[in-house]
């Protein structure tokens, strides 16, 4: 009887360490990417302007670091999200797939609208002119935002019918 016991609390708890794992995957993801954006479009360096504009070859590398937050912060949100789904167990499984489903997509489009404005306002600190691959990564995130608020209006409409079944 011990033995199992023991075991359920250190089931409980590698799952508790997973969460918190995958959570500050995700949310350190989404803050370096902010981060380097924000110094690339702004041209900082530190707390001051930068001396000179970015080459090309640095605005790429730039880009390639922040896509790897983005995959990062990609990652952490679905294992923790996936660790939170599974916890609560497989009962109402369809419902709560969907309801976990509109969440994400909300959040994610919400990521991606802050992105946007985010590397918008930035450009109007810049000293020189603003690179434009940055312009195609806020175009990319708007266009993103867009399809994720068209999903989420079709989950959300998924969602209303499926309560209004089991009601």
């Known amino acids: 009887m011990f033995i199992r016991v023991l075991v359920v609390k250190i089931a409980k708890l590698v799952v508790l360490l997973l969460r918190a794992l995958s959570y500050m995957i995700w949310v350190s993801g989404l803050f370096g990417a902010a981060m380097l954006l924000l110094q690339g479009v702004a041209q900082l360096e530190g707390e001051g302007l930068a001396k000179v504009p ?3 070859e640095a605005v790429r590398g730039r880009l390639i670091i ?3 937050f983005f995959a990062a912060a990609l990652s952490g949100w679905f294992i923790h999200q996936t660790i939170r789904f599974l916890s609560h167990g497989l009962r109402d499984f369809r ?8 969440y994400g997509v909300v959040f994610w489009a919400g990521t991606c609208l802050f992105f946007c404005l985010l590397i918008q306002s ?3 600190q810049a000293r020189w002119e603003v690179p434009r691959s940055y312009y195609w990564v806020a175009g990319g995130a708007g266009v993103c935002l867009l399809i994720l ?3 989420a209006e079709l989950l959300h409409r998924r969602l209303m019918l499926h309560a209004q079944r089991d009601a």
């Not at 419902?95 to 509109?102: G, K, V």
């Open 54 to 56: 970015e080459t090309k």
């Open 66 to 68: 922040v896509s790897i």
């Open 95 to 102: 419902s709560r797939l969907l309801q976990a489903s509109f």
């Open 122 to 124: 930035a450009t109007f």
């Open 149 to 151: 608020v068209v999903a």
